[in-house]
């Protein structure tokens, strides 16, 4: 812990109530400092750290009344501590400091313990109990509920994750657990399941189960579809099976996969585990976005390892954060994800990237959907080599993209071949990259997002438009990694 000793304009310091363990502030304390203060008492500077989230500012850390009374008497530039907590808790510190004069009320000290677990589960009860002067067990007591919350929150992410059997070593370092800790967890998890199993047996809907428990609906369905076979799957979640090679959907199931830019029709992923997996394979989705192949693979009883540029550890434990970047830390031969120092190969990978330049300003900054059209094609050529490089000899591919031809505002005869990328610039890079194509599947998207406006002016220029997409599935050919 580092500190400074300055002075510093009475305007940039701000009293942050985040981490102020008091209830208020006492006047008449602050009356009698100003008083001091006026007779020409010197007090000692006051502690503050640089704010996180206001540039410029500084937040109080210890010396609220003294700050109070500068205020009263008019200094414009008071003599401050300015500190580096170096990850200590600012609460806890603040706290520590503030019962140095006087101990914190009950009320205060309760809310100051629950506020500090908060923010932080992983302190235990003795280390917030010495900061705000209370004994382990009373802080046990004020924080028992959150604490029991925070297990069933970290039980219900190892459940998750270990049905789609994902190696211990890597739960335990996504949820920052030791390896014990996870063990642990997971000798409860078939007494986790017995509520939702009891509930369900007794015919509360999925929806109501995963309500009731905290569960997400996959997560339920997981449990309420275990011994039955793909078909009954289907037949239980209200999906017909197409038996031709064409998929088309008008919507997604919202059951499956979040919110998310190029959501993907949980019905889709489901075709290809069926037609191309079989249960407990494993599915391999290294651009996971919304979490629909996750979802899915739970109801599906299938392994799933997901990876993505985005990282949602508490709503998407299962999908781990990785960026796929072809030109800098492949090309240094750096590999990060536990993933490909794992032995075990997966069965089918499925890829559904962000098509190029569609919907671009809806990813984030860095997405492959920003790339030129070069670089975009020279990124998949590095990318199915690395998959097939992953790969065991019967692992599947199943690469879902579209055409994408320039078409807007151009009539059909006017479009630049050279600046579309088509189906068969994808199939010949991944023929050149060891993988053969056995099924082109059509998987048209909705036309619906085209308003009656926009068809006519299209109509009137002779513009045609794309609403093909397709599954391309692959198995590989020689040369073997
Ligand atoms: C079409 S979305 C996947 C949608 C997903 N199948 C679903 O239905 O929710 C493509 C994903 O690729 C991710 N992505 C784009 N470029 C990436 C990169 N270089 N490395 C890792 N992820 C990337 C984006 O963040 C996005 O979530």
């Known amino acids: 812990m580092t500190k400074t000793t300055t002075t510093i304009p009475i305007s940039d310091i701000i009293l942050d109530e985040d981490i102020y363990p008091r209830a208020r502030i006492d006047q008449k304390r602050v009356g009698i400092f100003a008083e001091n203060m006026r007779d020409g008492f010197k007090f000692d500077p006051i502690e503050v750290q640089a704010h996180p989230d206001v540039t410029g500012k500084y937040r109080i850390l210890d010396g609220v009344h003294r700050w109070s009374a500068y205020k009263a008497t008019g200094v414009t530039e008071p003599e401050v501590i300015i500190k580096n907590l170096d990850g200590v808790d600012p609460l806890l510190y603040a706290a520590k400091k503030a019962i140095g004069p006087q101990q914190l009320t009950e009320e205060e000290a309760r809310k100051t313990a629950r506020r500090a677990f908060q923010n932080n589960p992983s302190l235990t009860s003795s280390e917030i109990g010495k900061a705000i002067g209370r004994s382990r067990q009373a802080v046990d007591s004020y924080i028992a509920d959150l604490r029991a919350a925070t ?50 047996s007794r015919g ?28 009954e799957r289907f037949k239980e979640l209200g999906w017909g099976l197409r038996t031709w090679d064409l998929w088309d959907w008008n919507d997604c199931d919202r059951r499956f996969g979040d919110d998310w830019p190029g959501r993907i029709p949980a019905q889709l992923i ?178 619906q997002r085209f308003s009656a406006g926009v068809v006519s002016a299209m109509q009137k220029k002779r513009i045609l438009g794309v609403t093909s997409r397709y599954v391309i599935v692959l198995k590989q050919c020689g040369p073997f990694p």
Request: glycine residues 6%; charged residues 30%.
């Open 151 to 200: 297990q069933m929150e970290l039980d219900l992410k190892i459940f998750r994750m270990n049905q789609l059997k994902i190696p211990q070593e890597r739960i335990a370092k996504r949820l920052g657990q030791a390896r014990e800790t996870i063990r642990n967890h997971l000798a409860k998890m078939p007494e986790l399941a017995n509520q939702p199993k009891a509930d369900l």
């Open 270 to 447: 489901a075709h290809i585990l069926y037609y191309f997996s079989r249960q407990k394979d494993l599915v391999f989705d290294p651009m996971g976005g919304g979490g629909v192949t996750p979802d899915v693979c739970l109801a599906f009883n299938r392994g799933c390892w997901s990876l993505d540029m985005i990282d949602r550890p508490d709503a998407r434990p299962e999908i781990e954060p990785y960026y796929w970047d072809l030109k800098g830390d492949f090309k240094k031969g750096r590999k990060t994800s536990g993933f490909f120092n794992s032995k075990q190969k997966p069965d089918l990978i499925i890829i559904d990237p962000p098509y190029f330049d569609k919907k671009r300003d809806d990813y984030a900054q860095k997405s492959i959907s920003m790339l030129p059209r070069q670089e975009y094609l020279e990124f998949f050529e590095g990318f199915f080599g690395l998959m097939k490089q992953h790969s065991k000899k019967t692992t599947k591919l199943a690469f879902i993209n579209a055409d994408w031809r320039d078409f807007q505002n151009k009539p059909a005869v006017d479009e630049d071949r050279e600046a579309s990328i088509l189906i068969d610039d994808y199939l010949r890079i991944l023929n050149k990259t060891g993988w053969q194509h056995t099924h082109i599947i059509q998987a048209p998207m909705s036309t």
């Open 204 to 231: 509360f809907t999925v929806a109501q189960v995963a309500e009731k428990h905290g569960w997400t609906e996959p997560m339920v369905w997981s449990l309420s579809l275990e011994g039955k076979d793909d078909l």
